[in-house]
Structures are given as structure tokens and as C-alpha cells.
């Protein structure tokens, strides 16, 4: 142990505390963002201002409690209010920062909560002195007068009730009432609490619940005669404060409800820097670069669209996203570093979630926001939800509960989305009607990658880490900081009607939905490069941006990526058979004049075009039949079979592809006013 800390602590806790706490910040990461982020301050304003973190770690730092040194630090640590009787630390899980006097002394601690775990309130404050000097903050520019208010360690609310951390005190002339346990109902039908009342040094308690008549007529007799107080006092006493702590518990239930709105501002740099990003003639190769440079190798297809995906949560339909790979492959890592770039207030993110679960989320806590959950065993029980809320939008749920009256009786759930649905798997067999609603992502698990990503976690360990992790950090928040900037526009796509996509499938119907939300969501990417035009939609003016045909050929390469195939699938000589056959459609829909989806052929008529003997050309054949490459039609009044091509010559060097996609080279210009909506909300 330490004996210079230990002894600093028996001279000065607060000081010596509020210098160690300051030493363990730079160990976290995330106590550093909550700095940078939430405080608005550097890393060497951090430092100068003595900005800590209590990382559990001081206990270790101190000899146990059965050793005396270590008995007289810990009973000094109580006293300062640094550690709890129970022994445990005030501040773990907390930001602190110092509280200073005139003198520029360190009087006491702010605590600010960034783990969930953590007790108490949001802010706690310890110190003897610091109520008197409650605005010498450090931080004071960045906390308005309400903050320092509920910051203070009890909050006066009238004149007779008092409350604290974890209790309430209630005073009636003589009498004292200390009440624990409040916070734990959640009905209005219930108010279970622990109650001691108290009269110079004379004491009774018990655990009642006050609705019951018969509870308090108990507790007001046991009171009376323990307290040797008359019982109509006692009854008096009970009655108002049953009427406070109604009034309360209302008020806290009501709260509850209420989900907790996060609204991030930003100050002039950071806007102007976030609007650089935006406006930024190479958006989308800049945003696989950044997300490169943050330690993601590689995947720059996967990382586009995942980026696209989790945008789209602004849109009326967003995309939803599924990363499929086998363990260890790196899909987690992918769809970090994805949610990494969005705002941290439009991120839900679960390890699982129950059947029900879902339909009791509030509806303002998922709406156009995005909810992430990592592999396939935390969404097995909730699939259906899922489907529903990706497919519809919102979510309907009937149950039965118990009204005001205590009667049984319907309740309705309804929570309203849409949400973007993100989501990471290792299994081959997830629910068919669930995929069919997302962009599935496959991770790249080569040896070359292998190989890259060992070489970023290598470079990890080298000197420049410490420059690296601040790079990461402001390129991160810059891309925060630009998803807040973008607004929910309608998009209108005036080249919709000329689009073209595949239909030989039912399931395409879903997928050319995707293909369309793809192309809106690049242009509501780039919507502070484009002129935002103004409509008159139902006596309701709306502010809609054009999708371009830069737009659609990017969508298009994604799709092909994504949602296509690579002819490395097919042996060579199907392979060779499908290049035939592309001749041969585009020389007979040339010679008579007609599109290429007009062109039928019989086997005959490939085997004199080719010169393919019948059986390999059965074989193979029926290869690019069930590959999809051709369709097949049964010929007029139960006749011989005829055949479509599908396949539009895409792919031949090898590069994955989907047909039916139109060369955005090839639009028409569209009419200059339209009156098709895409609606983005």
C-alpha cells in the first residue's frame, strides 16, 4: 500500500480522493467521451480542472477493514461522505469533478452518473462546505441554474416534507417521519413503504402499506402508545402525510411515463464541421475512409451500407439490417463500428429480448431510432414482433391488466415505429419471414482479411495508440454530429417510373422495396448538397429533395453487392451456355425488333444456335433454371415448355451483380414537376 496516499487521505480526503479519481479518467473510454461530449471539455481542460473517474478501483488501494490503518482511512472516507457504510464507494460509476473554494482549494465532489449500475441520482454532490459555495463548479459555464438545484444532496419541497437520496423526511412540530421505499411502487393502487416515526429520543417503525385502512389504524395505535403521543395527533399526522406522498408517487409514476428526451446542441465549430462532412463531394468514399481509419478493415461494401442502413432510420420505411457469419468472423465488430457513427440518442441496443418485450416500449424511446441486438438467441422469442414492427410500422398488443378500479380488464399496447432494425447472427436457419424483410450482410472471412484485420490489432499496440484513439474519437463524433444535422425530408425520385427490377419471384416484391428505400436514403445523405424544393400536398406544404441518377447507379452497385450474385457460381461450362444464350436473345430481339424480356426460345432453338448436343444442354439447362437464370414457361394448350432469359450479360468479369437493373445512363429526363411522393415520414 501506499502509505504517502493513505496518509494524504487521513489529512485531506476530499483532496487526495478527487487527485486519484483524476488519475483513473484516461483509463476509460467511455468516462472520457461523457467529458468530451457531455461537459464540452478537452482532454487539457479535463486535466487542469481535475475531471475524475471513479473506476471501483480505490478499494484496492486501502488495507482491509479488520487491519487498523485501513479501519482509521475508511471511517475517515465515511465521515467525508466518500464511501458508504455498506463500504462501498459514493462516486463508483460516476464523472467527478471539483468543487473549489475561493481560495481555489478542493471542498467537495460533484458526481455525475455514466453506469447504470450506479446508486442514487443522476448528480450527487459530496462535502461539508459545499452547499455555501455550491456555484464555484468548475464546470459551472456548462450547467444553468436547474442543474445546480437538483444537484444539491436534499431539495426542500414544502414546508413539512423533505427529500433525500433515498428517503423522505417528514416533520410535524415534535414529531419526525422517515420514510424508505417510495420509489419501488409503481402503482397508484399501492404505497408499501417503510415508515419510522420518531419523537425525542423515542422511536417505532414497521412496513405497512398506507391504502389500507387497517394498516395505518395498526400503526397509528402501535405509534401512540410507543411515542406516548395522543392517537388522534398520530391520525392527523398520517392523514397529511398519506395526502403528500399520493401527490408524490402521482407525480414520480407520471414521470416514469414520460421516456427521457436527450437533445445534444452543438456549438458553432462543431456544426460547421459536421456541414464539411455533409457537403462533401466524396460523402460516401469519406465515410468508409473514416470508418477505416477507426480501426475497421476492409468490408467497404458492408460498411456503406450498414451506414445507409442505420440513416434510413429517418425515413418513413427504414431498412432493416441482418450481418451473417460464422464465429469469430467479425460481424459484432461490423455492426459496432456502424452504431459507433450514429448518435448515441438515436441507439437502442439489447443483448436479448423476451416475446412480449417489445409491445411495451414507448413509442417516442424507438421512433425513427435505431434498435440493435446482437445474435440470433436474443431475437429467437421476439422474431414475430420484429416482423411486425419492420413490416408495419407500429405494434398492436391486447392484454389483460387491472384498471384504476382494480377490476380486470383489456388493455391496449401500441407502440409506433418505424424503428431501423439491426441485427448480427452466426445461424443458417433464421426465421425465413423475418430475412425476407432485411438486407442480409455477409462478412468477409478470407485469409486475406484475416490477415489485415491481425495487422490493425498488431498496429494497436504500437507507441502512436494514444493519437490514434483521439483520432478515432473526433472522427466518430464528427459523424455523430452529422446524422443530427440530417432532417427527415420527403424524397421524391422523378426517375422512379423508367426503374427496372427483376419479377419472377414474389419474394422480389420485398426486395424491390429495399432497392427503392436504398436510393432514398443516399439522397437524404446527401440532402445538404441538393436544393430542397417545396410542395403543396394535401393543403400541407412539405419540403421534399430529388433523387438523382448518381443516386440510382450508387444503389445499384450496392444492390448488386448485397442483394446479388457472382457468376463464379456456375461450372464453366453452364457458365460458357449462359453467354450462348445471351447472344442468342440479343440477336433475335435485334433482328425482330422487340425488348429482350419479349424473346422465347425453345430447346430446339438453342441446340441449331449453338450446336450443343441434347443432353449437355439438358444438363445445363436446367442448371440456369433452377439458378434462376432463365424462367420457364409452359407452353399455349399444355405444349412443349419455352424459355425466358434473365439474365442481362451482367458479371462477366467475375464481379457480384443483380439483374434487372437499369443503366441510370439510360433515363430520360423526367418532366420538371412531379406529383409522386416518397415520403420519408
Given at each position: 500500500m501506499n502509505d504517502d496516499f493513505l496518509n494524504a487521505i487521513l489529512d485531506n480526503p476530499i483532496k487526495a480522493i478527487a487527485e486519484f479519481y483524476a488519475s483513473c479518467l484516461k483509463e476509460s473510454e467511455r468516462a472520457m467521451a461523457y467529458v468530451n461530449d457531455e461537459l464540452h471539455l478537452t482532454n487539457e481542460q479535463a486535466t487542469e480542472q481535475q475531471i475524475g473517474f471513479a473506476d471501483r478501483t480505490l478499494g484496492k488501494q486501502i488495507p482491509q477493514r479488520r487491519i487498523k490503518r485501513g479501519r482509521e482511512v475508511r471511517d475517515a472516507l465515511v465521515d467525508a461522505g466518500l464511501y458508504k457504510a455498506n463500504g462501498r464507494e459514493t462516486m463508483r460509476g460516476r464523472v467527478?469533478?471539483?468543487?473549489?473554494?475561493n481560495d481555489g482549494n478542493v471542498i467537495g465532489l460533484r458526481g455525475y452518473k455514466i453506469d447504470a449500475h450506479a446508486d442514487g441520482p443522476d448528480v450527487i454532490v459530496v462535502g461539508d462546505e459545499v452547499e455555501a459555495l455550491s456555484t464555484n463548479h468548475t464546470n459551472d459555464t456548462?450547467?444553468?441554474?436547474?442543474?445546480?438545484k437538483d444537484s444539491a444532496p436534499t431539495q426542500q419541497v414544502d414546508n413539512e416534507l423533505i427529500l433525500e437520496d433515498n428517503q423522505i423526511i417528514f416533520i410535524r412540530d415534535d414529531r419526525r417521519y422517515r420514510i424508505r421505499g417510495l420509489e419501488k411502487n409503481k402503482s397508484t393502487l399501492t404505497l408499501k413503504v417503510n415508515l419510522m416515526a420518531s419523537h425525542d429520543e423515542l422511536v417505532h417503525m414497521d412496513t405497512l402499506d398506507l391504502v389500507k385502512a387497517r394498516s395505518r389504524t395498526s400503526f397509528i395505535k402501535a405509534t401512540a402508545t410507543e411515542l406516548y403521543t395522543d392517537a388522534d395527533i398520530v391520525k392527523k399526522d398520517i392523514g397529511a402525510l398519506l395526502l403528500k406522498l399520493e401527490a408524490l408517487q402521482s407525480d414520480r409514476i407520471a414521470a416514469l411515463k414520460q421516456p427521457a428526451r436527450i437533445e445534444v446542441k452543438l456549438s458553432d465549430e462543431e456544426q460547421r464541421e459536421a456541414l464539411a462532412l455533409l457537403r462533401s463531394p466524396n460523402l460516401l468514399e469519406r465515410i468508409v475512409a473514416d470508418m477505416d481509419a477507426c480501426g475497421i478493415v476492409g468490408e467497404s461494401t458492408n460498411k456503406l451500407a450498414g451506414y445507409l442502413a442505420a440513416t434510413s432510420r429517418k425515413l418513413a420505411?427504414?431498412?432493416?439490417i441482418v450481418i451473417q457469419s460464422s464465429s469469430s468472423a467479425g460481424k459484432t465488430s461490423l455492426m459496432d463500428a456502424v452504431l459507433s457513427m450514429m448518435p448515441s440518442e438515436d441507439v437502442n441496443r439489447f443483448s436479448g429480448m423476451t416475446g412480449q418485450s417489445l409491445f411495451y416500449l414507448d413509442s417516442d424511446s424507438i421512433r425513427h431510432k435505431i434498435l440493435a441486438i446482437a445474435e440470433d438467441e436474443g431475437i429467437r422469442q421476439a422474431s414475430y414482433a420484429l416482423k411486425l414492427l419492420q413490416s408495419e410500422?407500429?405494434?398492436?398488443?391486447?392484454t389483460v391488466g387491472r384498471g384504476e378500479d382494480?377490476?380486470?380488464q383489456t388493455q391496449e399496447h401500441h407502440v409506433e415505429g418505424p424503428t431501423q432494425i439491426f441485427l448480427t447472427t452466426t445461424a443458417l436457419d433464421i426465421d425465413e419471414e423475418l430475412i425476407n424483410r432485411c438486407l442480409i450482410?455477409?462478412?468477409?472471412?478470407?485469409?486475406?482479411?484475416?490477415?489485415?484485420?491481425?495487422?490493425?490489432q498488431r498496429d494497436a499496440r504500437a507507441a502512436v495508440l494514444s493519437q490514434s484513439s483521439e483520432l478515432k474519437r473526433s472522427l466518430r463524433k464528427q459523424h455523430q454530429n452529422a446524422q443530427r444535422l440530417i432532417r427527415p425530408l420527403t424524397i421524391v425520385n422523378p426517375y422512379a417510373p423508367q426503374l427496372t427490377f427483376a419479377n419472377n419471384k414474389t419474394r422480389l416484391r420485398r426486395?424491390?422495396?429495399k432497392y427503392l428505400t436504398l436510393i432514398d436514403t443516399i439522397a437524404l445523405l446527401h440532402q445538404h448538397q441538393r436544393e430542397?424544393?417545396?410542395a403543396t400536398l394535401n393543403e400541407r406544404q412539405v419540403e421534399y429533395i430529388e433523387v438523382t441518377k448518381n443516386d440510382i447507379a450508387v444503389a445499384n452497385g450496392i444492390a448488386g453487392l448485397v442483394l446479388g450474385r457472382s457468376l463464379d457460381e456456375l461450372a464453366p461450362q453452364t457458365r460458357n451456355l449462359l453467354g450462348l444464350l445471351n447472344n442468342y436473345v440479343t440477336d433475335t430481339a435485334r433482328a425482330n425488333a422487340v425488348p429482350r424480356d419479349a424473346v422465347r426460345f425453345k430447346r430446339r432453338d438453342i441446340r441449331e444456335a449453338t450446336s450443343i448436343g441434347n443432353s449437355q444442354l439438358s444438363i445445363h439447362l436446367n442448371r440456369l433454371v433452377d439458378l434462376e437464370y432463365v424462367h420457364v414457361h409452359r407452353g399455349k394448350s399444355g405444349q412443349r415448355y419455352v424459355y425466358e432469359l434473365l439474365y442481362g450479360g451482367e458479371g462477366r468479369e467475375g464481379q457480384p451483380f443483380m439483374m434487372g437493373l437499369i443503366d441510370p445512363g439510360k433515363f430520360s429526363e423526367p418532366a420538371p414537376t412531379t406529383k409522386t411522393f416518397r415520403a420519408s415520414r
Open positions: 467527478t469533478v471539483s468543487i473549489l473554494d456548462n450547467e444553468d441554474s436547474d442543474n445546480e420505411k427504414p431498412l432493416a410500422g407500429e405494434l398492436r398488443h391486447a382494480g377490476r380486470s450482410l455477409t462478412v468477409d472471412e478470407s485469409r486475406n482479411q484475416t490477415d489485415a484485420i491481425q495487422n490493425i426486395d424491390h422495396e430542397v424544393k417545396h
